[in-house]
């Protein structure tokens, strides 16, 4: 495996014990030395403990989503709506901690990448609301076969989470929000039960898609995408780790740049959760979970970069500051200065090289 | 494999002591290539073979011109003390190579292949920048530079000597801040793409007239400066910085978009393709993929026989191709970083640089990627442009 780093110090470390079982070969005493084995391992446990959870968490959660989808439309009930609409919650929150990993499976096809069928928002902060509407309203009202190639020729403005949250939380008619105008609308027209059903099973299927290349055949290779990417083989030749950090980057300076909390989930209000899901994400892959031990930021301390750690804990607090405040251009700044500790900070304490800068063009 | 070198940041240096630590050639093998091969291989028949060549570096340090023979390979680099930017060759001399600083640039130099020997260094004028290009008039002798001045912010096309160097005077861009700029077919016409931006003068990159920017594209008699042509894009937020010419004077282009002076996220075409006499035709593509260009083209080249315009989007890590006459999208590439590009001496492959030193090959018939010859050099961080040169078949030992 080729490691994008050139580790140049040689750190005689205070935390031994937190490496040395990683890193093997070492006793007790022994100084301990950050090589590109431990920043393997780091790289590693982050996508075992962070980012493969979060992956399948949100295929799990989508297919949740398309049973609740289902036993509603069977039995239309206030008690079974408040379930779908709960699972479409979760599925959303589960998004919300996968969206910072847009690489591999989710973004491979440069012309039509499978987030955007997920998540129509995240392409260029465009909130497609007005377009879902219009075209439930056609589904509804028109003659077509409500059938499953019908909801996989549609355009990603009109699928995903969006449409699946304005299905299942206001009526087509009055945008109605109330349980009981909901459920009668899907009792009275059969039409809008094929919509959500139709809709929950193109989430659910290209959200096992993607779970299924990263744990199992990525793009018929016969290797999951997770040993491609800890092999360092990834097609296009990015590092594991540019692209894990570029990633994160990315992400962080799309909640600063689009009003995310103003438009997302809007009718199911949980804009704020769902960010906040998202700066947790972040912050278990620089902290790492319980079962972790070497995380980024463990191998950051152990070099001596420990400013450079307290900028990125100050910057997670006044993130959360920001969403507990629910202040979005608090939230923004924060989002910004995150960005820039994923553009900083973090590539400097884990001595990583990034690339050429080719951001001011030329 | 890294080589380390003595050299001082050139901000901190005088430009005696910048003279004395330029110039330093080092010598970096491929992986798996014994110093013992590469001796018997660099002594024999090395003019028989392609380079490549190209601005390379991330650090005072080791910013330099860089150069491989892919079919041996090994990797050179001549250290410049400055970030370089555009390389051209010479077209009767062809082992003459220039590199042009990445503006605001002071500096150029000229190396000669195939051993990388410091021909030239030459400084700009007073009051003026180099802006990154350069490109030598039909008959070789004198050098146009892509140029600005400091007083006013007016595009220059600088003229020299292309023996010594020596300022010879130099003529209008007819625009703001000129950057690639080519010799047309005709061997006297220049084309030049005047990107239109004005930078604050303490960093040399930050934009001061996001509002009245003025990109332009120009045709200008080399001999007189005389305007012939001038065209804009309907984007008046596009810049366009980089261009190639085709044998049948297809000039193709591309742009760099200032997002921070608009209001909307729509995409923006990147790319284009204009003939002289006739209106730029942009070149489509998919909303998707414009969007993962996040608004920078990095280099172009045209593949004269394929009709081929092919762009590098190092932000949206693709390589993308269109055809120069249906203006069709015919396909990209995914490749981390890439920005470099250029075509093989022998027609059959585009191929492809990145800033992690890699190499692909592109074949230009299918636009599929030829796996085998992959080359990575790990000393190397390859720039912005590339350029093959051939020598003239002869032994050099």
């Known amino acids: 495996m080729k490691i994008p780093v050139l580790i140049t110090r040689t750190v005689i470390a205070s935390a031994a014990t937190l490496l040395l079982a990683s890193c093997g070969g070492e006793r007790i005493n022994d100084p301990v030395t950050v090589t590109e084995g431990s920043l393997s391992t780091a790289i590693t446990q982050a996508l075992d403990y962070s980012v493969l959870p979060a992956v399948n968490v949100f295929n799990t959660a989508s297919n949740n989503l398309l049973s609740a989808s289902e036993a509603f439309c069977s039995a239309p009930s206030a008690s079974l709506l408040s379930n779908a609409q709960a699972q479409w919650k979760t599925t959303a929150t589960a998004w919300f901690r996968l969206a910072p990993y847009r690489f591999g499976p989710l973004n491979d096809d440069p012309v039509l990448p499978e987030y955007i069928y997920i998540d129509s928002l995240r392409l260029r902060g465009t909130d497609y609301t007005a377009t879902v509407r219009t075209d439930i309203e056609t589904a509804i009202s028109d003659s077509s076969t409500l059938d499953d190639a019908y909801f996989a020729a549609k355009n990603f403005q009109k699928v995903g989470l969006l449409a699946l949250e304005i299905t299942l939380f206001e009526t087509v008619d009055t945008k109605s929000t109330t349980t009981s105008d909901i459920v009668t609308e899907f009792t009275n027209t059969e039409r809008k039960c094929q919509v959500l059903t139709g809709l929950a099973t193109q989430l659910s299927n290209r959200a096992t898609r993607v779970s299924e290349q990263w744990n199992n055949d990525y793009d018929e290779t016969g290797n999951s995408y997770r040993t491609t990417f800890i092999a360092g083989e990834l097609s296009d030749g990015t590092e594991p780790l540019t692209l894990l950090i570029t990633s994160v980057q990315e992400y962080l300076d799309y909640l600063q740049q689009r009003d995310v909390v103003n438009i997302t989930a809007q009718k199911a209000g949980i804009a704020w959760p769902l960010v906040e899901a998202s700066i947790n994400e972040i912050e278990q892959l620089f902290s790492g979970t319980d079962t972790t031990t070497v995380s980024f930021r463990a191998l950051m301390q152990t070099s001596g970069y420990q400013s450079e750690i307290a900028a990125v804990d100050d910057n997670i607090q006044a993130a959360y500051d920001a969403i507990t405040a629910k202040d979005s251009v608090l939230f923004s700044v924060a989002a910004a200065a995150l960005d820039g500790n994923f553009k900083r900070e973090i590539p400097d304490g884990l001595e990583v090289e990034l ?3 080719f951001t001011d063009g030329d | 494999m890294k080589q380390h070198f003595t050299t001082l940041p050139l901000n901190k240096i005088n430009r005696r002591r910048f003279l004395r630590t330029l110039g330093v050639v080092s010598a970096s093998l491929p992986l798996g290539l014994s110093t013992e091969v590469w001796a018997k291989t660099s002594n024999s028949n090395i003019r028989n073979h392609e380079f490549l060549i190209s601005a390379q570096g991330n650090d005072n340090e080791h910013y330099g011109l860089g150069w491989i023979d892919p079919s041996i390979p090994f990797s ?217 260009l996040q608004d920078y083209i990095g280099s172009v080249v045209v593949h004269n026989k394929e ?61 599929q990627e030829q796996k085998q010859r992959r080359l990575e050099f790990n000393a190397m961080q390859w720039d912005n442009h590339l350029l093959s040169v051939a020598l003239p078949t002869e032994n050099n030992s």
Not at chain 2, 345 to 365: C, K, P, T, V, W
């Open chain 1, 355 to 357: 690339g050429i800068n």
């Open chain 2, 307 to 367: 009709r081929i315009a092919a762009f590098t989007s190092p932000r949206g890590n693709l390589a993308l191709f269109w055809h120069c006459d249906t203006y069709q999208l015919l396909g990209y590439h995914a490749f981390h970083d890439v920005c470099g590009i250029t075509v093989s001496h022998d027609q059959r492959s585009f191929i492809l640089s990145n800033s992690n030193g890699e190499l692909r090959y592109i074949d230009a018939l299918t636009l």
């Open chain 2, 76 to 292: 050179r680099n001549l250290t410049s003390g400055f970030r370089g930017h555009g390389v051209a060759q010479h077209p009767h001399q062809p082992e003459r190579i220039i590199m042009m600083a990445r503006r605001p640039g002071q500096y150029g130099i000229e190396m000669t292949l195939p051993n990388g020997h410091l021909r030239e260094r030459f400084s700009n004028q007073e009051n003026r920048e180099f802006q990154g290009h350069a490109c030598f008039s039909g008959d070789g002798k004198i050098l146009f530079t892509s140029e600005m001045d400091t007083t006013n912010g007016e595009g220059k096309i600088g003229r020299r000597d292309a023996e010594t160097f020596a300022w010879l005077g130099e003529f209008d861009s007819y625009g703001i801040e000129p950057h690639e700029l080519k010799l047309m077919p005709d061997g006297i016409t220049l084309v030049i793409a005047n990107g239109g931006l004005l930078t604050d003068t303490t960093d040399g990159r930050t934009t001061t007239n996001l509002e009245s920017m003025n990109s332009s594209l120009v045709y200008i008699n080399s001999l007189t400066g005389e305007l012939i042509e001038r065209h804009k894009l309907a984007e008046s937020k596009a810049s366009i910085r980089h261009l190639d010419v085709a044998t049948d004077g297809s000039v193709a282009i591309s742009m760099q978009v200032q997002r921070q002076a608009l209001t909307h996220q729509e995409p923006i075409a990147l790319t284009a393709i204009h003939r002289q006499g006739q209106e730029i035709v942009l070149l489509d593509a998919p909303e998707t993929l414009l969007l993962n």
